[in-house]
């Protein structure tokens, strides 16, 4: 690092070296942070988080009672020791709180002022922050799995939402009409908006192999039900992940699979995971709920790095920061827990980067004289 940080200085790199090497840093050191905690409301699991892109300072979550909190993650106190405190809440008493399980919500991608949320009671509600009213309500014949907002989009306000068995949507981070869809019958489709047909795509495991793939009807994502999805940053790339206990990396120009072997992740969700990816690491990093953990995972190489313990049920969803890259998870057992970068060891000040700490020295280079006459 202080090598990344002299060449900076001396005008010999590129700045963004150095922030990719402390973000992955500081990826790979995500701890459970005894000094920070965040404020529990929920009164039964909690099935989807998100965290406003603008400041990265507020965080939403649903959970399966039908509430919907709104939390400051910002340190007000500047103690070292702190809980991210709940602003205030769509709670039972609420008159326009949601009848059944809230499954996504999601800030409006470029303000604050507002954000969405949809939920087994057929409903999607467009809400307004500072009001806590919603300024709009959609009333749909089925169930409302997830929606999801373009986070790209300039020239369209659409919200993709899908009921039955369609259970992930995803917009393209790169094209801001390309939709990504998962659903119970084992199929990623991808589809473009403005065409009649709609469906570009249909991916297949298989990569058309004539031998495994004869029909229409093996054009297949995985073998079970795909009921989560998630664009890497660039939109280069789509993850799904199904109830196969498999994870798939997706070209997302090509639709052609990758096949990165990720090996088993667990999944026995019936209905959507909400997983996520970091931003600005180098490798890129996955991180998913696998039964009472999350599993980290590098993106391209499939490598598990790490399991994240500390929750005492199933975890439903994560969402990241990535201005800090710290971890937010969500959990039946009804808490939301931080998970923080761990510390830099402190560097003494007679250290220098050619010098490595003396007990890492190999014994054959260390120096033996003494100025001591006594000894021989």
């Known amino acids: 690092m202080l090598g990344f940080i002299s060449a900076r200085q001396a005008g010999l790199d590129d700045p963004v070296r150095l922030r990719r090497a402390e973000s992955t840093r500081r990826v790979l050191s995500l701890e459970l942070n005894k000094d920070r905690d965040v404020e529990r409301i929920h009164g039964s699991g909690i099935n989807t988080l998100d965290i406003e892109p603008v400041e990265g300072r507020y965080m939403l979550s649903g959970g399966s009672d039908g509430v919907i909190v709104l939390y400051d993650l910002e340190n007000l106190s500047r103690k070292p020791s702190y809980t991210c405190k709940a ?24 303000d604050t002022g507002m954000f969405t949320s949809s939920s087994f009671d057929k409903t999607l509600k467009i809400w307004d922050t500072n009001t806590l009213q919603p300024a709009d309500v959609f009333h749909f014949e089925g169930t409302v799995y997830s929606h999801h907002m373009s986070p790209v989009a300039t020239k369209h306000c659409l919200i993709a939402g899908h009921r039955q068995e369609v259970l992930a949507v995803s917009w393209s981070r790169r094209h801001e009409y390309i939709l990504a869809t998962a659903s119970a019958d084992s199929r990623v489709k991808l589809w473009d908006v403005r065409r009649a047909s709609g469906c ?26 795909v009921n989560g999805l998630c664009y890497t940053n660039d939109g280069l790339h789509l993850l799904t992940i199904g109830t196969d206990d498999r994870m798939r990396l997706w070209n997302s120009s090509t639709g052609e699979n990758t096949l990165v072997n990720y090996g088993k992740v667990c999944n026995e969700s019936r209905k959507g995971l909400k997983f996520t990816v970091s931003w600005g690491c180098n490798p890129e990093f996955a991180f998913v709920p696998y039964g009472s953990t999350i599993a980290v995972y590098t993106i391209f190489t499939g490598e598990l790095i790490t399991m994240l313990r500390g929750h005492y049920s199933t975890v439903n969803c994560c969402v990241l920061q990535p201005n800090f890259q710290e971890l937010y998870s969500g959990s039946k057992d009804c808490n939301i827990l931080a998970w923080i970068p761990g510390l830099r060891e402190p560097v003494p000040d007679d250290l220098s980067e050619k010098s490595p700490p003396q007990q890492h020295l190999n014994p054959a280079y260390e120096d033996a004289w003494s100025s001591s006459d006594d000894e021989g």
């Open 87 to 110: 602003l205030c809440s769509v709670g039972r008493s609420h008159p326009d709180v949601h009848r059944f399980s809230v499954e996504t919500v999601q800030w409006y991608p470029h």
């Open 200 to 225: 570009l795509s249909t991916l297949d495991q298989h990569n058309g192999e004539k031998s495994k793939a004869a029909s229409e009807a093996a054009s297949t994502a995985h073998n079970g039900r």
